[in-house]
């Protein structure tokens, strides 16, 4: 150390040369950073999708989901797997844990797959490589000219390829448009008139769809490329395929039924409605990001490729109206962060100047503040932690000076001991050495203490993990500042005589504090009575405190679930959908509403088309009506939609609803599984925990989340008829799949573009039970069979959606929480699903999950490394002291630091989460590193001093004012946070609140407390 501080003042110069490097390269690095709103809390996952168009919940779950689960099971690192089967469609989500590779993860899950031989022909395949919360960007296509179907080809093959050549997109899903398909609609009686059976037709379809390659053919010096040119063009060439030619005559397709441009059966709707537009059916686009890319340039891209667009890369009248986009949310709490930083900052160098009473000695200590920033940049960019809200937003200014203010205060102080000498380097230096190793080791200590957070998992280790890289790489880089530059610069400031200004009012608050000093120091057993009260008290605050994970991450806007009456038709959804908007936009913070009806265009989501996702916009909270929040509006927004019929609404956040949806399996805060294999029993068990939980204060947007059995029109097939008359069960399968349901036999390509052909049986020939179990079958010998003579067509109810988890199935209730904290709630709740639902233990299991979850692991896990950290903490104290009493004297103040934090918390309505828990852990570094001060300076003028007393008290006077200031500067370094209010700003107002207000107890412990505790100990050892 002596080293380092002779070659910091020596070579000044140098070391000032080497910092502008450094910021040289901070700058560089910032711009290279990945800046996000909220760091990405998801799990590594991954989704198994396979279609089988047409197939019911139950044969999806019993011929799909559950032999692909059975490949998937046992799957190296998998946490949880979870499957949900409905109406042709399979969707398997494998969670992973912490670090597992996305990349390793997807490719063992290929592996498994390709083992895996599925009926139907059905194809399992894997989700784009993105995040939960990887929708970065939503836009709708409006024009005054063209019909949904023109601008859905223009989405699938202008929009979407332009958007997809951006470098980090990861894929942009299509919702709410019309796939074009060139559809030929059968007439049954012209196929009876002219003997065809179904699959004649199909075949005859293919085989006049072709092209063929001859090779080569050599003419002279030329070679001809030989081609063979069948494919289908158009609606004419296909109604100009023969099927066959009867006594030479041909039979075209046009002849037995009727060609034209149709769509594929619609799966979903799209509506929008802000103050300047209505639409009940649109086209969204959903931009999604691919995982691990920097949101921030890929946005950029997305821009570009957008603003082409609308310059001329569209027809006239077309344009893209962007509605949600990732970089508003960004920018907004980017602009929290840096207003709370800058207030921080200016209320840090103001109090600099009030107690060192020199405006450049502030300065010197304030440029502690973006050397050390700039330091953290660029360990960020080498190690890939982006920028954030949390990872910027809990940078302490005032923590991070404090080595750089004990520092130029001892300097100071060498000044004003000798106001009218020339200061010699050597006695500089040594002034300097007395303090570098204090802070050196309360830094260390203060980085310690952020270690907890390394020990975290999943979603919380997301969460603060970038935040405990970002201050300590901070803190190391004030360290740098404060060890090699501020020594220099200081002697370059103070080296010559000149008068100082001396604070008057701190003088005299020293005098009083050196006063009461004495007092306290001759009965120095009074302390602890106080002590022991404040212990009490803290512990008192700790039980009474509200428990939760994670304050809510507000996104600035509103993202609804929103359930409709089981079986309701596509149609009516959309009427119910435009009734929704209208209802809603009458709020005037509201600032659009979006809804999607059923499934999007490909049809990878699993809901029905009584099922809606809706997205809110909101104007910016400083143009709300004042002393509004955004709960004040959900609960305006709950009863206005508790007083529609038909309409049950759950709230949440975009990003935050695709995250729970991966963690818990539902789009909630909480969930209650319950586990069974009997459908109407486990149904009715979650149908009475429903009923209980909506008795317990606290518990919103209750809901079962998988719809309850719907209609279904079922064809049975009789073996026994089928065998009868000489057919096979394909041939019943066939007429229902093509004929009623409708089936892609062919393509056609035009240009580009490619076109499905379809074949089907007229609307009329199958619209009623009856029609379709008059459809005729052929067999060998050429006779028809009615369907209902070889198979029973009857109306019933069937499952809509079966969802399962690690193999069993099970039924979710879902909800929020309003007004209550997850520890009460949960108390209450489970003893009363214990004493009211009555269920079968041996074949139903209920349990919780979600943010139930995530508490436990967090606090679990923090019981654990909390004490090993401050294990640590005692090592760095016992090696900086050598003395183990002393060590454990400083440790003591933690305890009695934690009922300032506790105080505030109960006093502003807090809760006790993982975002104030850590608050604790950087207080409990900051108390100690004043105590490391104090204590330093003690065993210094014990040397100097005979008189134990004396000495301690003059110790404790002259350390009132740095540790006074480092108190002050923490606390007010992050008071904007603690009173902030906008987007952003609930992950930092707990973490803020604990460190303020328990640093102002715990600096009245130390200042107060540790000078007679130490009293007390080192009499004994004297």
């Known amino acids: 150390m ?84 409905t109406f042709g469609l399979s969707m398997i989500t494998l969670v992973f844990d912490d670090g597992v590779d996305d990349y390793w993860a997807r490719q063992r899950i290929k592996e498994r797959l390709g083992d895996v031989t599925l009926p139907y022909g059905a194809q399992p395949g894997l989700d784009p490589l993105t995040s939960p919360i990887g929708e970065i960007y939503r836009y709708i296509i409006e024009s005054d000219q063209m019909d949904l179907r023109a601008l859905t080809d223009l989405q699938n093959w202008v929009i979407i390829p332009r958007i997809k050549q951006v470098t980090g997109v990861a894929d942009v899903t299509n919702f709410g448009g019309i796939t074009t398909q060139y559809q030929v609609e059968l007439d049954p009686q012209k196929l009876e008139q002219y003997h065809l059976p179904l699959h004649t037709v199909t075949e005859a379809i293919n085989n006049n769809n072709s092209n063929s390659g001859g090779s080569v053919l050599e003419r002279g010096d030329l070679g001809y490329v030989v081609r063979g040119i069948g494919l289908l063009k158009s609606l004419d060439d296909i109604g100009r395929t023969v099927i066959q030619s009867p006594g030479g005559v041909p039979l075209f397709l046009q002849d037995v039924g009727h060609l034209r441009y149709g769509n594929l059966e619609r799966k979903g709707v799209l509506g929008f409605t802000d103050h300047q537009r209505h639409y009940s059916e649109s086209i969204e686009g959903i931009v999604l990001l691919l995982k691990g890319q920097n949101p921030s340039k890929v946005l950029e891209g997305v821009h570009k ?20 986009d990732r970089t508003a949310l960004v920018n907004t709490t980017l602009n929290t962060v840096s207003h709370t930083l800058l207030e921080g900052m200016a209320l840090v160098v103001l109090v600099l100047i009030i107690f060192l009473g020199s405006w450049r000695a502030a300065l010197l200590v304030a440029v502690t503040i973006p050397l050390s920033l700039l330091f953290a940049f660029i360990l960020m960019h080498f190690t890939h932690i982006p920028a954030n809200l949390l990872s910027l937003g809990a940078v ?33 230096a040594q002034k300097a050495r007395s303090v570098a190793r204090p802070v050196f080791f309360a830094t260390l200590i203060i980085i310690t203490a952020y270690l907890p957070l390394f020990a975290f998992e999943r979603v919380e280790k997301k969460l603060f993990t970038p935040m405990a890289f970002t201050v300590g790489y901070a803190l190391l880089g004030a360290l740098a500042v404060a060890l090699l530059l501020i020594p220099g610069m200081a002697y370059m400031l103070y080296r010559k005589p000149q008068k100082l200004y001396h604070n008057r009012w701190l003088e005299k608050l020293t005098d009083g504090y050196q006063q009461r000093m004495q007092r306290v120091m001759e009965r120095p057993r009074q302390i602890w009575a106080p002590l022991a009260l404040i212990l009490a008290a803290a512990v008192g605050l700790t039980v009474m405190v509200g428990k939760d994970f994670l304050p809510p991450l507000d996104e600035g806007s509103i993202w609804l679930q929103v359930q409709l009456p089981p079986g309701v038709s596509l149609a009516k959804a959309r009427e119910m959908a435009d009734t929704l908007r209208q209802r809603t936009m009458q709020h005037p913070e509201v600032t659009y509403m979006m809804t999607q009806t059923g499934r999007n265009d490909d049809g990878t989501d699993p809901f029905t088309p009584s099922h809606y996702e809706c997205s809110i916009g909101l104007l910016p909270y400083k143009e709300w009506p004042s002393g509004k929040t955004k709960q004040d509006l959900i609960r305006e927004l709950s009863a ?41 029993e486990t149904r009715r068990t979650a149908e009475s925990v429903m009923a209980t939980l909506a008795t317990v204060p606290g518990a919103a947007d209750l809901a079962i989340d998988q719809e309850p059995p719907l209609p279904q029109l079922q064809i049975q097939a009789d073996r026994a008829a089928i065998a009868r008359y000489g057919l096979n069960i394909g041939d019943v399968a066939e007429l229902v799949e093509v004929a009623v349901g409708g089936k892609a036999v062919a393509q056609v390509f035009t240009g580009d573009r490619v076109y499905d052909i379809s074949c089907r049986y007229q609307e009329e020939a199958r619209n009623t039970p009856e029609k379709i179990g008059n459809l005729m079958l052929t067999n060998g010998d050429g006779v028809k069979i009615p369907l209902s003579q070889v198979a029973k067509v009857q109306l019933a109810t069937g499952e809509s959606t079966i969802t399962r988890e690690m193999g069993r199935r099970h039924l979710t209730v879902r909800l929020n929480l309003r007004g209550t904290d997850l520890t009460t709630f949960l108390r209450t709740a489970q003893q009363r699903i214990d004493q009211q639902v009555k269920y079968n233990k041996d ?37 900086a002291f050598g003395i183990a009493r002393q060590a454990a004297l400083i440790l003591s103040v933690v305890p009695l630091a934690l009922f300032g934090g506790m105080l505030a918390l109960n006093i502003r309505g807090m809760t006790l989460n993982v975002s104030s828990a850590v608050g604790f852990i950087a207080l409990f570094g900051v108390a100690i590193q004043n105590g490391v001060l104090m204590v330093s300076q003690m065993n210094l003028l014990r040397q100097e001093i005979p008189s134990l007393k004396d000495a301690v008290i003059q110790a404790a006077r002259d350390r009132f004012r740095p540790v006074l200031m480092t108190a002050t500067v923490a606390m007010l370094g992050l008071l904007p946070a603690s009173l902030a209010t906008g987007i952003g700003s609930d992950v930092q107002r707990p973490l803020a609140t604990v460190i303020v207000y328990g640093l102002l107890c715990s600096t009245l412990i130390t200042l107060f407390a540790l000078p007679a505790l130490y009293y007390l100990t080192e009499r004994k050892t004297k």
């Not at 603003?307 to 509605?323: A, Q, R, S, Y």
């Open 2 to 85: 002596k080293q380092l501080i002779d070659t910091a003042i020596h070579k000044r110069w140098l070391m000032a040369t080497l910092f502008a490097l450094l910021a040289a390269g901070g700058w560089y690095s910032w711009q290279q950073l990945a800046v996000e709103a909220y760091p990405d809390i998801a799990d590594v996952t991954s989704q198994v999708v396979t279609q089988v168009p047409g197939l019911a919940a139950e044969e999806v779950e019993q011929q799909i989901t559950i032999p692909l689960e059975r490949a998937l099971n046992g799957m190296p690192g998998m946490h949880v797997m979870r499957s949900r089967s």
């Open 305 to 324: 490729a957008v603003d082409e667009l609308n310059n001329g890369g569209l027809p006239p009248g077309v344009k893209i109206h962007t509605f949600l």
């Open 843 to 879: 074949n139903i299991t209920i349990a919780w999950g979600g943010q139930f979850e995530n508490r436990n692991r967090a606090y679990s896990r923090l019981a654990i490394i909390v004490p090993v950290a401050l294990g640590l903490m005692f090592i760095w104290l016992y090696a």
């Open 640 to 680: 206005d939609y508790a007083a529609m019929p038909g309409y049950t609404v759950g709230f949440s956040q975009p990003m935050i609803d695709g995250v729970m949806d991966k963690i818990a399996g539902a789009h909630s805060e909480l969930v209650v599984k319950v586990y069974g294999k009997d459908f109407a």
């Open 396 to 428: 302490d200014f005032g923590i991070i000076v404090d080595g750089a203010i004990v520092m130029i205060e001892t300097m100071l102080r060498q000044r004003e001991d000798h106001p009218m000498e020339m200061l010699e380097e050597r006695s500089f």
